[in-house]
């Protein structure tokens, strides 16, 4: 039998690349099993993601979670992005579709282990892809999960344990290879249709595969898959309290609606307010205004509050009248409107009978269509106008003689964002054997660029020059023409890219035979060009409440791996691996990996590994590169909340953080332990437990944002490199401290990052009478600890915490994430039901306050509570030709837990929650296959 795996084995290194992923087939193809039972068999063996050398036991000393392509069409889920980001293995720092927000919007991406996106490589076919042409909060360089062909792909192998010795920089946490199929005969097409059952999101999706030619036979083989997918956008305004609405005052929370002069915020309506030039103060209408005391608000528009307001004049906090807008309710969305699609062509020849080459060539396009609230005239960002005023000349000053201090929102100017965004890749490979080796040889050329467009942003000299010249009509918008609102709210686009080109080279051979069987070598090489120019979407800074960032950068990377697998005794085998490489930037790097397996019983294996990582700096990390954004600053510090009387000043804001790039930064270096057990004491039941320790060091970091504040609150001066900027005075208190703005920093090598957990995998199946099996897998992540060591020697945990907050989307660190997925196959029906839970967490962050205080002010608890929701999906195959799909997504219609401090959702966190606002969706498709 294992010279029967073996001979299979090598024969299957002839058909397919196998650039640092060899596939083995574990089944001899003389038995040729059901479908259900392969699948089955699949689950209970391990893959050789993550080993470069042949093998007779696919079971390597690395875990290794599987996902097949039956098993992705059983869970329901259309796309790449929602495949993985299900494994309970991708926790903080991961990347969802729904947060538009973001510096990455548009994008997906997977961070195994928690540790961002940037610690998780994404391969295809064994091979590298290029990233995402923006950052991730302008700093994290990933790979987009949304342009990667789903129609194609034969399955996903996720490697949860360290492999920079093979694969390089950035597979510290681990690897999702994508595995696409190296051919295909015949033609199969689906079409499905969806659509939630409280309204938007209706989707529609398309696929297409057909090929035709035999390897064998025809000595040829060529497929294509073309896929397309639209979903419409789900708007706030279709669901309900509490997340519709940023008024959270009857659950005794704030109420933070829009239209309050009190929290800056003006209505499409406005509000103006008598005003006087602040003594000392600069003198100008844009900062050096103050309220006349004793003066009260009134609304601005002739006619008062129109459908979208409501008159509100018994508010202590707002003296006078004003318009109150739900421009959550009104603009917000719990998804964009997106559309995807793209197309994968391969043709695979036989030159002759030791050689086979093939080309592959794809291009996927992904648009994400953001709307916007409109802008506001007040924004303390990049140029703070939250005290500009009307002077007394201008024509829309009803106060004779005063100054009008003004809120106001444009609303006769549409705002949003536009992302398009291009995945051009071919890829060429050679794979053969000659004379005891297996070699192979792969070039790839991948291109990617996103075309942003930005609308409905207010350009700070155009704002100024029309409060000058009265150009903009404040009281009646609808009379201002296309010309004046395009020249105060120009359109704002650039276009960025980044690029990958590799060549991979890669051969293995059998040495010696060993008590256990034969010695295995591989060894390869690798030579690649990464490049990556983001330009700024804001030059000069000019334009209202942007963030902005710079990257670019280009590197050259050479390295040269090996790996020898012995297998020392029938029971017991070594792996070892290394590799080395040299940046041209930042120098040379040697990665190692030591594995071993034992198997003291056939039903039993242990197995473990101890390896070294490294992730070199991003080009927005130590290139000339800068970044701007923003996070939501709620403050806690209870002498500043009694100094301003706890008002609109002290609510929760917009507070920018800027980092600048580091040239001297150097790359961050990782240690990985895993130890597990393999158990498979009967046929049809298999479990595995494996321990993961992951320490960084030299991690890079941007200036901490918590002890700053800290410092800042506390009248302590800040170290060099870090700066907190004060806002404006407030107002109604200008002689107390002022709120911080901004805080400055630049990236660092942190001391020390360091996360440990546990992963757990059962699978199990039965076969009953009348042609009845059942399957159930179960899988899960339970965090210990996930914990970042300042230079300082501040030690912070965030695991079951909001923290890190100021990361990506603040998602926070969920302590245990998992799946249980049974599946009942009789004759012609299948049916699917998924179970997912994700824990719960305590609303703080260390990143943020420093002192552990709650995020919320809600006085309910100081915890959002976990998250479970079932997914039922089923088929049913009318003949071998057409089979009808069917799903209920969220089938009990689990709403998600309230989450106020979270900033990429309205009250509930859409990393983790997204198909809790979503709410029960429907899906209906049909298959058709020749």
């Known amino acids: 039998m294992k010279r029967n795996k073996l001979a299979l084995t090598i024969a299957g290194l002839l058909l397919a690349p196998i650039s640092g992923v060899t596939l083995a087939q574990s089944t001899p193809a003389q038995s040729s099993p059901a479908p259900q039972e392969q699948q089955a068999k699949q689950l209970q063996t391990i893959t050789v993601t993550g080993s470069a050398i042949p093998r007779v036991d696919v079971e390597t000393p690395s875990p290794v979670t599987v996902i097949s392509a039956a098993q992705i069409q059983r869970s329901g889920l259309t796309t790449i992005a929602d495949v993985v980001r299900t494994l309970s293995a991708d926790n903080s720092g991961s990347i969802p579709n729904s947060f538009t927000a973001g510096f990455a919007a548009g994008a997906s991406g997977v961070a195994l282990r928690g540790l961002t996106v940037n610690s998780t490589l994404v391969l295809i076919d064994g091979h590298r892809s290029a990233n995402y042409a923006i950052s991730d909060d302008g700093i994290r360089s990933f790979v987009d999960l949304n342009t990667i062909p789903l129609a194609a792909v034969d399955r996903i192998e996720v490697l949860k344990d360290g492999a920079s010795s093979l694969y390089g920089a950035d597979a510290i946490a681990g690897v999702v290879n994508v595995i696409l199929k190296p051919n295909y005969h015949g033609v199969e097409a689906t079409a499905d249709i969806g659509t939630s059952q409280h309204g938007g999101g209706f989707t529609r999706k398309a696929t297409l595969i057909a090929g035709g030619g035999d390897l064998q036979t025809d000595r040829y083989n060529a497929y294509v898959a073309v896929q397309y997918q639209k979903d419409n956008p789900i708007n706030v305004r279709q669901r309900g309290f509490p997340f519709n609405t940023n008024n959270l005052s009857s659950i005794g929370g704030p109420n933070s ?92 020849v036989k030159l002759n009978d030791t050689t086979t080459a093939y080309m592959s060539a794809s291009y996927f396009e992904a648009k994400t269509r953001v709307v916007a609230a409109p802008a506001q005239i007040q924004n303390g960002i990049p140029t703070n106008t939250n005290n500009i005023a009307l002077p007394p000349n201008s024509p829309y000053n009803p106060f004779p003689g005063q100054y009008a201090l003004i809120n106001y929102a444009f609303g006769d100017i549409p705002g949003g964002t536009n992302l398009n965004n291009h995945n051009a890749r071919m890829v060429g490979g050679v794979t053969g054997s000659f004379d ?168 039993v294996a242990l197995r473990g590994t101890y390896s070294k990582g490294i992730r070199a700096p991003s080009f927005s990390e130590n290139g000339s590169s800068s970044s701007t954004g923003f996070t939501t600053l709620q403050i806690t510090d209870p002498a500043f909340l009694a100094a301003h009387n706890n008002n609109g000043y002290t609510q929760p804001y917009a507070l920018a953080q800027a980092t600048v790039a580091n040239p001297n930064i150097r790359p961050e270096k990782a240690t990985n332990f895993t130890l597990g057990i393999v158990l498979q004491p009967t046929s049809w039941l298999s479990a595995s437990v494996d321990y ?62 360091k996360t440990t957990g546990i992963d757990v995998d059962i699978q199990a199946r039965f076969d009953f009478a009348n042609n009845i099996h059942y399957t159930s897998e179960l899988g899960g992540t339970q965090i210990f600890s996930w914990a970042l060591t300042l ?65 919320s002010v809600l006085p309910l608890s100081c915890k959002v509570g976990s998250f479970t929701y079932f997914d039922l999906t089923g088929s049913y195959a009318i003949n071998d030709h057409i089979s009808i799909t069917g799903s209920i997504m969220n089938a009990f219609d689990k709403k998600p837990p309230l989450d106020q401090a979270d900033y990429a959702g309205v009250n509930y966190n859409p990393t983790w929650a997204q198909n809790g606002l979503v709410g029960r969706f429907y899906n209906l498709g049909v298959k058709v296959k020749f």
């Open 436 to 603: 005891q080796w297996n070699w192979d040889a792969t070039a790839v050329i991948n291109h990617t660029w996103v075309d942003t467009m930005r609308y409905g942003a207010i350009n700070y000299p155009a704002l100024i020059n029309a409060i000058n010249t009265g150009s903009y009509n404040f009281l009646y918008p609808g009379l201002n023409s296309n010309a004046v609102r395009k020249a105060i709210a120009p359109d704002y686009s650039k276009t960025s890219t980044s690029d990958l080109d590799s060549l991979d080279l890669s051969a293995n051979r059998q040495l010696w035979d060993l008590e256990g069987g034969a010695l295995g070598m591989a060894l390869g090489a690798q030579f690649r060009h990464e490049a990556q120019n983001d330009p700024f979407l804001n030059p000069g800074n000019v334009t209202q409440g942007f963030g902005n960032a710079v990257t670019k950068g280009s590197r050259d990377v050479s390295a040269a791996y090996f790996e020898f697998n012995a297998p020392l005794l029938q029971s017991l085998e070594l792996d070892l691996s290394g590799r080395f490489d040299h940046y041209s930037d930042i120098g040379n790097g040697f990665t190692p990996k030591v594995g071993f397996k034992y198997k003291p019983f056939d039903w």
């Open 257 to 348: 609606i829009g239209g309050q002069p009190s929290q800056n915020s003006g209505s499409i309506y406005g509000t103006v307010t008598p005003g006087q030039l602040t003594p000392g103060g600069s003198g100008n209408f844009v900062n050096g205004v103050s309220p006349v005391p004793g003066g009260v608000s009134q609304v601005l528009a002739p006619g008062g509050c129109g459908p979208k307001g409501n008159l509100v004049t018994n508010d202590p906090a707002n003296p006078g009248s004003y318009c109150s807008e739900n421009f959550v309710s009104q603009y917000g969305q719990v998804q964009p409107a997106m559309e995807q699609g793209g197309l994968y062509g391969r043709f695979t």
């Open 692 to 753: 993961y320790s992951i320490k960084k060091t030299n991690v890079i970091v941007p200036g901490q944002t918590g002890p700053a504040l800290a410092n800042y609150f506390a009248g302590i001066p800040n170290p060099p490199g870090v700066k907190v900027i004060a806002d404006l005075p407030d107002p109604a208190f200008p002689n107390a401290l002022p709120r911080p703005a901004e805080v400055d920093t630049a990236f660092v090598n942190a001391a020390e990052q």
């Open 791 to 855: 230079p300082d020697g501040t030690r912070q945990q965030f695991v079951g915490t909001h923290g890190p907050y100021a990361l990506s989307s603040g998602a926070g660190t969920p302590r245990t994430r998992g799946s249980w997925a049974n599946t009942i196959m009789w004759g012609p029906v299948t049916v699917t039901g998924t179970l997912y839970y994700t824990s719960g967490m305590r609303n703080v962050a260390l990143d943020q306050l420093s002192n552990g205080a709650c995020l």
